[in-house]
């Protein structure tokens, strides 16, 4: 059985950092492209950035977290983590950890990947 499983999220102020894991389990982790989206109340879910399953393991962002959002992988945990920095209340949604196959030459579309995870809550607010 597939499983994304996300945690690490929670209320921050603005210009507060968070970070999100999400632990893979039931696919190999190299040959998966593993992104991160988010969704806001009333929006469509959206790409933040993705891991490639290149032999490079390339990274791709999303214009509005460049500079402030880093994603990164533990081989050996099979895990993805989201460091988020310099949060703003626009960064408000739930978060999603999400696996496709193969490798990814930028953030796909959400209705291209494969497996999700159920999401975990970030609110920034004062």
């Known amino acids: 059985e597939v499983q994304l499983v996300e945690s690490g999220g929670g209320l921050v102020q603005p210009g507060g950092s968070l970070r999100l894991s999400c632990v893979v389990s039931g696919i190999s982790f190299d040959d998966y492209s593993i992104g991160w989206f988010r969704q806001a109340p009333g929006k469509e879910r959206e790409g933040t950035s993705c891991i490639s399953a290149s032999s490079d393991r390339k990274i791709f962002y999303e214009n509005s977290v460049k500079g402030r959002f880093t994603i990164s992988s533990d081989n050996d945990k099979n895990t993805v983590y989201l460091q988020m920095n310099s949060l703003k209340p626009e960064d408000t949604a739930a978060y999603f950890c999400?696996?496709?196959?193969?490798?990814?030459?930028?953030?796909?579309?959400?209705?291209?990947?494969?497996?999700w995870g159920q999401g975990t809550q970030v609110t920034v607010s004062s």
């Open positions: 999400a696996a496709v196959l193969g490798p990814v030459g930028g953030l796909l579309r959400a209705s291209l990947w494969d497996y």
